[in-house]
Every structure is written in structure tokens, then in C-alpha cells.
């Protein structure tokens, strides 16, 4: 069974920067794209960031471009989400989750059970 | 950017009746992109219906999916009580996804 395990979360203050990992595994990682979604407490899905299969290419969100980098290390079955300026309204859990697809965005297949990142002062 | 609706936000039925949840986007969506998920507290979303009628691995056969276009349907012929849960459709166009706000299936 597909297996991704989030990493990376807690609190942080505004302005700050924290990295997520999400480490995967039972499935060849480098054959698919990788997406970050988030969950604010209480809230609706939030789609985030997509990687393609082999990092060539990138998509975010408007509301976390040009703060958040999407990564992938297919050698270390891992996939990354740098996130910078943090601000309040980033507060949220996070989840990795696989599209069905390698490159181009098609469905979400299969999730992590999410980590929660916390900005505060 | 294709905005979703889901109606109801909530529906408050009890076990065995049938549920219907509407999905309505802004603009139309291709079928193979509209999809939907489930998702309970405290819990990741599974993956239910994807290419708006095709059901997922493991997915039983009282969930199914139908619509074309920019109106879309989840039904649950027959309410188990491990249904009872947040439902989010999704669409992907291009180099965006955008999740609907949900509805949530609760106990009458």
C-alpha cells in the first residue's frame, strides 16, 4: 500500500521560514507528480503546489507564490515544500498527497495524514 | 480560475436514505478532471470518484458519480453510518486545482 509520511511541521513565527518533507514509499516516487494541498483549522481543502514527476516543472498557488518552493529528491524518494514570509493565514495542516499522473495535474490519489504548521508570534 | 460550488453545505439525513451532493463550476469542466473525495475528522481525503463517474479501488458500489459540463452529482444510493463525513469535489485545469468548499453528510 502507498505509503507518504509528512515531516517538518510546528510553530513558527511571522516572517519565518520552515521546511516540510514528505518521505515515500511501496510505489516507484519518480514516476509520479507530487502535490502539497492544506486544511486551515476548521476549513476546506486548499490546493497548494505541484511538482511534475521528474522536478522539471512547477505550480503554485496564488496565494503562496513567490513564497513557497516545491522540491523533489527522486534518489531520496522525497518530496519538499520550502515555505518563507510565513503569515498567519499559512497556519494549517499540511498534506503530501500523489496524482495519478506524472506530469500534468489529474486527481489525487493517494494522501499523507498531514502535518500542521503553526505561525505565531 | 474555475470556482466550485457544492450545495448543500450540510445534509442531515439518517442511514439508508439516499444522499445527492452537487458540484457547480464557474466555467465547464472536462470530465476526466472533475473529482471527488471524502473526508472524515481528523483524517486524510480518500479518493472516491475520479473522471467524475469512475469510482476509485476499494470504493463501494453504492457511491457514483455523474455530470458533464459545469453541473456534477455524488450520490449515495443507501447511507451507511461510516459515510457520514465531509464530501469536496476538485477540478484540474490545466496548471491548477481548485476544491469546492464542501458539503457535510451529517445524522439527522
Known amino acids: 500500500q502507498v505509503q507518504l509520511v509528512e515531516s517538518g511541521g510546528g510553530v513558527v513565527q511571522p516572517g519565518r521560514s520552515l521546511r516540510l518533507s514528505c518521505t515515500a514509499s511501496?510505489?516507484?516516487?519518480?514516476?509520479?507528480?507530487m502535490h502539497w494541498v492544506r486544511q486551515a483549522p476548521g476549513k476546506g481543502l486548499e490546493w497548494v503546489a505541484f511538482i511534475w514527476f521528474d522536478g522539471s516543472n512547477k505550480y503554485y498557488a496564488d496565494s503562496v507564490r513567490g513564497r513557497f518552493t516545491i522540491s523533489r529528491d527522486n534518489s531520496e524518494n522525497t518530496l519538499y515544500l520550502q515555505m518563507n514570509s510565513l503569515r498567519a493565514e499559512d497556519t494549517a495542516v499540511y498534506f503530501c498527497?500523489?496524482?495519478?499522473?506524472?506530469?500534468?495535474?489529474?486527481?489525487?490519489?493517494?494522501w499523507g495524514q498531514g502535518s500542521l504548521v503553526t505561525v505565531s508570534s | 480560475e474555475i470556482v466550485l460550488t457544492q450545495s448543500p453545505g450540510t445534509l442531515s439525513l439518517s442511514p439508508g436514505e439516499r444522499a445527492t451532493l452537487s458540484c457547480r463550476a464557474s466555467?465547464?469542466?472536462?470530465?476526466?478532471?472533475l473529482t471527488w473525495y471524502q473526508q472524515k475528522p481528523g483524517q486524510a481525503p480518500r479518493l472516491l470518484i475520479y473522471g467524475a463517474s469512475s469510482r476509485a479501488t476499494g470504493i463501494p458500489d453504492r457511491f457514483s458519480g455523474s455530470g458533464s459540463g459545469t453541473d456534477f452529482t455524488l450520490t449515495i444510493s443507501r447511507l451507511d453510518p461510516e459515510d457520514f463525513a465531509v464530501y469536496y469535489c476538485?477540478?484540474?485545469?490545466?496548471?491548477?486545482?481548485?476544491f469546492g468548499p464542501g458539503t457535510k453528510v451529517d445524522i439527522k
Open positions: 498527497a500523489r496524482d495519478k499522473g506524472k506530469s500534468g495535474i489529474y486527481f489525487l490519489d493517494y
Open positions: 476538485q477540478q484540474s485545469g490545466g496548471s491548477r486545482v481548485t
Open positions: 466555467q465547464s469542466v472536462g470530465s476526466n478532471y
Open positions: 511501496r510505489f516507484t516516487f519518480s514516476n509520479y507528480g
